[in-house]
């Protein structure tokens, strides 16, 4: 098993749909959980983070952690074509250590 | 403020030619992090540095592979001799001492012909 697993897609929603995009884990050591968005031809770029368990929202941007079950999502609200993108669910344990990141899920939101 | 500078952002070569990548990070970052992304494989860490000094290389790949970070401004990645397999986008990021979000530049697409 991956440490990080995250459903490649791609996924295709309509302009205006809420999108949930999830990743699993498997190391209960990880307590840092961020979310990149990575345009194509382009370098991924931090979009939310969050630390332990919880909620965190940003415009229209939720991103939750459920730490019981290993599993982080992360909502949009009102999607845009500017949101077409893939998403790549990142995580780390305490210090100074490098991310383990999931592959990436391939987002388009059609107008 | 200026992001991650990452040079060339292109590269097409022949196997067997040396590449040399290289890499500014932002101004008082003391971490910098060397990735490789593939279709395959995802984003995987290729080395990283704290403070100048090598931390981890175990994700390079071969002894093909060299990384050097000479001061807080510069890093190069070199392969040497450069292989097919090698193609991929280089990405390079950088990040504040301790645990802070990593900042990507806009990578390297290498294409070993």
């Known amino acids: 098993q991956k440490e990080v697993e995250q459903d490649p897609g791609p996924l295709s929603v309509p302009e205006g749909a809420i999108v949930s995009l999830n990743c699993t884990y498997s190391?209960?050591?990880?307590?840092?959980f961020m979310w990149y968005r990575q345009y194509s031809r382009k370098g991924p770029e931090l979009l939310m983070y969050?630390?332990?368990?919880g909620n965190k929202e940003d415009g229209r941007f939720t991103a939750q952690v459920d730490k019981s079950s290993k599993y982080i999502s992360l909502f949009i609200r009102d999607s845009q074509p500017s949101d077409s993108a893939t998403y790549l669910c990142?995580?780390?344990?305490?210090?100074?250590?490098?991310?383990?990141f999931g592959k990436g899920t391939r987002l388009s939101v059609i107008a | 403020d200026a992001g991650v500078i990452q040079s060339p952002r292109h590269e097409v070569t022949e196997m067997g030619q040396e590449v040399t990548l290289r890499c500014k990070p932002i101004?008082?970052?003391?971490?910098l992090f060397w990735y490789r992304q593939t279709m395959m494989r995802g984003l995987e860490l290729l080395i990283y540095?704290?403070?100048?000094?090598?931390?981890?290389d175990s994700g390079m790949p071969e002894d093909r592979f060299s990384a050097k970070m000479p001061n807080a401004s510069f890093s190069t990645l070199k392969i040497q001799p450069s292989e097919p397999r090698d193609s991929a986008v280089y990405f390079c990021?950088?990040?504040?001492?301790?645990?802070?979000?990593?900042?990507f530049g806009d990578g390297t697409r290498l294409s070993i012909l």
């Open positions: 990021a950088s990040s504040l001492e301790g645990f802070q979000p990593q900042h």
């Open positions: 190391n209960s050591a990880f307590q840092y």
């Open positions: 969050t630390y332990s368990s």
């Open positions: 990142a995580m780390s344990d305490p210090g100074n250590t490098p991310l383990v």
């Open positions: 101004s008082g970052h003391n971490s």
């Open positions: 540095f704290n403070n100048n000094v090598p931390i981890d």
